[in-house]
């Protein structure tokens, strides 16, 4: 249930995503009003039955590993949980069964399945990269935010109440716009000073897109250098983050290598074996 070295094992998982991206589609398709007035007991059967069908795998799922709880704390593990929960909940708080879109993210086994582990471990580089340049990206983020401020307040004292800036908020919602270069046209300057400005902001916010995405690509050339996980689950709590040469798992100490013995085992056994006599 956690690899797919198997025509077995990849059947297996080949139907879960199946059922998964169609469990995905009734919620949809019960949220349109027309389609639940007439398949409305229809499409609540099938989602009932998809949650039996899920609830059912996660628990053998659980049931697989020596240590349940560490894999209820992993990424999967908590897609899992809350792919079924909502349904559950709907039993006390009704319309809760609509949060079971979560249940697409499940489909990230795909790349297990289909043997792409290349392309997942493309996306554990985007978040490392983007761990990695958190703070420079939130210290420009803090820096855009004090010139949205500054220039709404400026459009604020130029232009007239007339052309839309009827307060600072509405004119930082002009800055933001403006300087994004998106441009919705709901607001704007009728003065030649105010539309000067606007000018500015516009060819500054060409040059100001293009700092993250420089800190961004840096980040990412470090991560992929220092790629060095495989990706082999822990069959004690599946986890898979482990380094290419590690013997056991960093989380629960189970031995990694399936197709050999662990050695603590050996060396507890012969420990335990008496000495034969030298004399």
């Known amino acids: 249930m956690f690899e797919s070295d198997t025509r077995l094992a990849k059947s297996f998982d080949i139907a879960l995503i199946s059922l998964i991206l169609i469990s995905v589609i009734v919620v949809m398709l019960d949220s349109v009003g027309s389609l639940h007035a007439r398949y409305g007991t229809l499409l609540f059967g099938m989602e009932w039955a998809f949650t039996l069908i899920f609830t ?36 006390l708080i009704p319309g809760a069964q609509s949060l079971l879109v979560i249940r697409v993210l499940r489909v990230l086994r795909v790349f297990r399945v289909l043997r792409l582990m290349e392309f997942l471990g ?32 400026l459009i604020y ?15 930082i919602y002009w800055a933001i716009v403006t300087l994004t270069t998106v441009g919705y046209g709901d607001i704007t300057p009728l003065t030649p000073v105010g539309q000067l400005l606007s000018s500015v902001v516009m060819i500054m916010g060409y040059a100001i897109l293009a700092v993250p ?20 689950a822990c069959p004690g709590c599946g986890l898979e983050e482990h380094e290419r040469n590690a013997r056991y798992c960093k989380r629960c100490g189970a031995w990694l290598d399936e197709e050999s013995e662990d050695p603590r085992k050996k060396k507890h056994g012969d420990e335990q074996t008496p000495a034969t006599p030298t004399g």
Do not use: N
């Not at 420079?136 to 500054?150: C, D, E, G, H, P």
């Open 56 to 91: 059912l795998e996660l628990a053998l799922r659980l049931y697989c590993l020596d240590r349940p709880l560490r894999y209820l704390k992993s990424f999967y593990g908590i897609i899992d949980l809350l792919s079924i929960l909502p349904t559950w909940l709907s039993l």
């Open 213 to 232: 995405t420089g800190v961004f690509s840096a980040e990412m050339m470090r991560s992929i250098r220092d790629q060095r996980y495989s990706d082999e």
């Open 122 to 153: 493309e996306g554990k580089i985007l978040v490392q990269s983007l761990r990695r340049s958190f703070r420079k990206i939130l210290m420009f983020l803090s820096t855009v935010l004090m010139l949205v401020i500054i220039f709404g307040s």
């Open 157 to 171: 004292l130029i232009e007239p109440p007339e052309a839309g800036f009827t307060s600072i908020p509405k004119a």
